[in-house]
């Protein structure tokens, strides 16, 4: 199978993994751990990261907004207001047009509201923003929000921070065979072998923040990410083998001496 580029909203990615910026220890550390990913994207939580305090460390200090795409997000926003009114102002900031919308509800699960996450959707989109878009694993509303004009689906693999790797591949499967859009797995990724998973399965790309940032050693698992996405997609494009009930031996059994 030939491969194709990550494309989203017109940008051709060459790297399938985005990264976060939460969590780390220093600006520095997540500089350091976005170069070992070999990511192009990076999400910035507009309300947790200081893009326009020059008295205080700033994350363009470390992370040049010219080489590498920002993705502002709405993370920490329960409503839809509050998640337009935090994009509006990253627009206002930096002019990004390019959007991560996330609205959470229970914060016990921070599973996404999706109700809210709709139509906050349609908001944005009506206000000219490229929006790509957190949601839960359900082919339902996937499909509402393509309709809606959202230019990714980024369906959870398992509830963001918990690190437990892809809980419901079968409906991640069925959001990837119905998405003309790229699917992006965001949340639950823990470790390298999750990545491969999503990948595996079909996914577009893979998001995450935590995995990297709350590992011993935050640039060692940025490098395992990266090859663990291409390992994926390779994996993907070459079509595994069907999965069998007995053993089926490698050498013809007829013929032995």
Known sequence: MEDTPLV???????????????????????????????????????????????DQPMLVDFIDPEKYI??????????????????????????????????????????????ETLRAAKLLIRDGFQVMVYCSDDPVYAKKLEEAGCCAIM???????????????????????????????DAGVGTASDAAVAMELGCDGVLMNTAIAEAKDPIRMASAMKHAVIAGREAYLAGRMPKKRYADPSSPLSGLI
């Open 155 to 185: 369906p959870l693999g398992a509830p963001i921070g918990s690190g437990l790797g892809i809980q419901n591949p079968v409906n991640i499967r069925l959001i990837i065979e119905e998405a003309k859009v790229p699917v992006i797995v």
């Open 8 to 54: 989203v909203a017109g940008r051709t990615l060459k790297s399938r993994l985005i990264i976060g910026t939460g969590k780390y220890e220093t600006y520095e550390q997540n500089a350091r751990a976005l170069e070992a990913s070999g990511a192009e994207m990076i999400t910035v939580a507009v309300r947790r990261v200081n893009l326009t305090d020059r």
């Open 70 to 115: 920002f993705l502002p997000n709405t993370a920490g926003c329960f409503t839809g207001e509050d998640a337009v009114r935090t994009l509006r102002l990253a627009r206002e900031a930096g002019g990004w047009d390019l959007v991560k919308l996330e609205v959470l509800s229970d914060p016990k699960h921070l599973y996404p509201d999706m109700e």
